[in-house]
C-alpha cells in the first residue's frame, strides 16, 4: 500500500492476472455504497469489473445509509476504527481500508486487493455482527463528533433569532396583561411551547422527506446544495447588515425580520389563544401552533439549510431523524430559559429590554451560522466534501 502508484498498479494488475487463473484463497471484501452518494457509480463499476477479473474475491456490499453499524463495525475489526469514519464509496479488506478520494484513482482498491490475493484475506463479519451494538455506542461520540456540536448550536442560535425570541417576548407580556401569574405561567407557557414544537416537528420532517428523496438524484442534489450555498451566503450579508442597524438603532431598517403583516397575525393568534380563561391551556397550545406556522416565513431561512445539511452529512435516516429532534429540542431551550425567568418574576418590560440587547449578537451568530452552512454547502457542491 505504500508503493508508488505506478509500481503498486503494475503489482496489482500481475496478481489480479495470476488470480484470474485460479480461484486461490478466498478475499473477503466489503464495499461501502449508499444511495445517491457521489462517486458510488464509479465505485460501483469499478468493483464489478475487479469481482470479474478475481474469481477468489468474496465481496459483500453494504449500503451505509441503511447499515451504517455494521460498516463502522467492519472498521474497527479491520483496526482501522475508531476514529476513521467509514464513507461511500469505500472498501474493506482484512486489515487495510481505502476510502474518499482514493476512489478518484483505481489503482489503490487494485493494488489493496492484489496485496491480498496470494493469501486471502479473512471474513470480519462474524466479528463485527458481535460487535454491532458497541459500535451503535461510539456512533454519537465519533460519526457525528462535529456533527451533533454543529445541530445543537444551529437548533440554539435558531431559538434565540429575534424573529422567533420577540414574538414570545409578546407572548410573556400578554400573560402578564391577561394577570396570569406564578403555577398558570408555567402551564400556559408549557402548553405554548408544545404547539410551537410540533408545529416545528412536523414541517422539519416533511422538510427532511423531501431531502431525503432528493439523495437519490445526484445533479439535483448537487444543484440544491449549490443554491442553498448562495442562499446562505446571502443571508449572512443580510445579517451582517442587520446587526449594524441594530447597533446604530435603526430597527426600522433590519431586512431579516418577519413582514408586518405576519407579526400582527402572530400576535393576533397569541390574544386569541389565551383571551378565554377557561381555555387557556388548549388555546396556548393552538396559539403556539399558529405563531410556530407564521414564523417559519423567517425561521425558515435557518431551519431548511440546517435539514438539509443533516442529510447531506452523511448521516442514515434514523441519525437524520435525531438530528432533527435535536435540533428542535435546543430551538425550545431559550422558550423554557424565558418561561422559567418570567415565572420566577421577571418583568416583561426587562424581557423586552433583554431581547432588545441580545438582538446583535443573535445575528452575529446567525451570520456566522450562515457562513458555515454556505461553506459547506459549496463544498458539497463541487464534490469537494
Not at 164 to 171: E, G, N, W
Not at 244 to 272: F, I, N
Not at 313 to 323: E, M, P, V
Request: a positive charge; hydrophobic letters at 55%.
Amino acid at each position: 500500500m505504500r508503493l508508488p502508484w505506478a509500481l503498486a498498479f503494475t503489482v496489482g494488475a500481475l496478481a489480479l492476472a495470476a488470480n484470474a487463473q485460479g480461484d486461490g484463497p478466498p478475499v473477503y471484501a466489503y464495499y461501502f455504497t449508499g444511495h445517491g452518494c457521489h462517486g458510488c457509480e464509479q465505485g460501483d463499476a469499478l468493483m464489478n469489473e475487479i469481482a470479474a477479473e478475481m474469481p477468489s474475491l468474496a465481496l459483500t456490499t453494504v449500503d451505509t445509509a441503511m447499515d451504517y453499524e455494521l460498516a463502522y463495525a467492519l472498521l474497527v475489526v479491520a483496526g482501522v476504527g475508531p476514529e476513521i469514519m467509514p464513507s461511500a464509496p469505500g472498501l474493506v479488506v482484512g486489515h487495510d481500508y481505502v476510502g474518499g478520494i482514493a476512489w478518484q484513482n483505481g489503482d489503490a482498491v487494485r493494488a489493496m486487493l492484489a496485496a491480498y490475493a496470494p493469501t486471502g484475506a479473512p471474513d470480519l463479519r462474524p466479528q463485527a455482527e458481535a460487535i454491532r451494538g458497541q459500535a451503535r455506542h461510539a456512533l454519537p461520540g465519533n460519526l457525528r463528533r462535529w456533527g451533533v456540536m454543529t445541530v445543537v448550536v444551529a437548533g440554539l442560535v435558531d431559538g434565540i433569532n429575534p424573529c422567533a425570541f420577540a414574538t414570545l417576548v409578546f407572548f410573556i407580556s400578554y400573560l402578564g396583561m391577561a394577570g396570569v401569574r406564578g403555577r398558570a405561567i408555567a402551564g400556559v407557557g408549557i402548553a405554548y411551547g408544545v404547539g410551537v414544537f410540533l408545529v416545528y416537528l412536523a414541517f422539519g420532517l416533511g422538510i427532511l422527506h423531501a431531502a431525503l428523496a432528493l439523495e437519490g438524484l445526484p445533479v439535483v442534489r448537487r444543484v440544491l446544495h449549490g443554491m442553498l450555498g448562495a442562499a446562505c451566503l446571502a443571508f449572512a450579508w443580510i445579517s451582517v447588515a442587520d446587526y449594524r442597524h441594530l447597533r446604530a438603532g435603526r430597527t426600522s431598517e433590519v431586512a431579516h425580520q418577519l413582514p408586518l403583516g405576519l407579526k400582527r397575525l402572530a400576535h393576533a393568534a397569541v390574544r386569541r389563544g389565551i383571551g378565554t380563561r377557561s381555555l387557556m391551556v388548549p388555546g396556548a397550545l393552538l396559539a403556539g401552533a399558529c405563531v410556530s406556522g407564521v414564523e417559519l416565513a423567517c425561521t425558515g431561512q435557518v431551519y431548511v439549510p440546517a435539514i438539509t445539511y443533516m442529510v447531506a452529512a452523511n448521516a442514515d435516516r434514523l441519525a437524520a431523524i435525531r438530528w432533527l429532534l435535536l435540533y428542535d429540542a435546543m430551538f425550545m431551550v431559550p422558550l423554557l430559559a424565558v418561561l422559567l425567568v418570567a415565572w420566577l418574576g421577571m418583568s416583561s418590560a426587562r424581557l423586552k429590554g433583554l431581547a432588545e440587547r441580545q438582538s446583535p449578537v443573535a445575528k452575529l451568530l446567525l451570520a456566522g451560522l450562515f457562513l458555515l452552512c454556505a461553506l459547506f454547502f459549496v463544498l458539497k457542491a463541487l464534490a469537494l466534501l
